[in-house]
């Protein structure tokens, strides 16, 4: 099946600073990506759709200057948690689907798992 | 928008018994139904998918139904294994094609 990756895998870092994760789609082109969130022992929560060259779409309740999603390649998103605080500590999972428009399967990426001190 | 609603949150069988999870919808103009499993700290790894034009798929050890009437549909595990153990989310696609996903199932397989 495709494969997406994500970098880092973890990462630990400061109050207020920020940090930018990315998630690359291996073998295919993503025209669509995707950015979850998912806290301990609970679902998938969606963050953001991103198309490529066109500004993300948010799900409501999800700050856009907070949460800074590029999708500047087909291959390619990233998304930067700006001046980060400890309640953004979580595990951030990307997905990607490369069927344009119609119904199409997302794979996802690892995850990465970010804690804020 | 769509709603998913999954149960049980919990399933615990013993090894080589069976494991069913059900899953309704809301959107009836869903037309597209993963099943995914996630391990611990691991990103979800879809397993198994059905179409709205199928009532039933089946991949070895695994299945998945479809009742569009009912707006429900089921994932079933036979011959469950210690290594099945692990965390299965449903999903629908909704209207704009992003994927609304369940509560998650956590189901541990005893040897």
């Known amino acids: 099946g495709a494969v997406v990756s994500q970098h880092p895998s973890w990462v630990i870092c400061k109050s207020g600073t920020s940090v930018k994760i990315e998630c690359r789609s291996l073998?295919?082109?993503?025209?669509?990506m995707f950015w979850y969130r998912q806290f301990p022992k609970q679902s998938l929560m969606l963050m953001a759709t991103s198309n490529e060259g066109s500004k993300a779409t948010y799900e409501q309740g999800v700050e856009k200057d907070k949460f800074l999603i590029n999708h500047a390649s087909l291959t390619l998103s990233t998304l930067t948690v700006t001046s980060a605080h400890p309640e953004d500590s979580s595990f951030y999972i990307c997905?990607?689907?490369?069927?344009?428009?119609?119904?199409?399967?997302?794979?996802f990426g690892p995850g990465t798992r970010l804690t804020v001190l | 928008g769509e709603n998913v609603e999954q149960h049980p949150s919990t399933l615990s069988v013993q090894e080589g018994d069976s494991a069913v999870i059900k899953c309704t919808y809301s959107?009836?103009?869903?037309?597209?139904f993963p099943w995914y499993k996630q391990e611990l700290g691991k990103g979800p790894q879809l397993i198994i998918d059905?179409?709205?034009?199928?009532g039933e798929k089946k991949d070895q050890r695994i299945a998945v139904t479809l009742n569009k009437t009912a707006k429900h549909f089921s994932l079933h595990i036979t011959e469950t294994q210690p290594e099945d153990s692990a965390v299965y989310f449903c999903a629908a696609n909704s209207n704009n094609n992003d994927m609304r996903f369940g509560a998650g199932t956590r189901l541990t397989v005893k040897p």
């Open positions: 997905s990607a689907r490369g069927q344009a428009g119609g119904v199409g399967e997302q794979f």
């Open positions: 959107d009836s103009a869903s037309n597209y």
């Open positions: 073998d295919f082109q993503a025209t669509t």
């Open positions: 059905i179409r709205s034009n199928v």
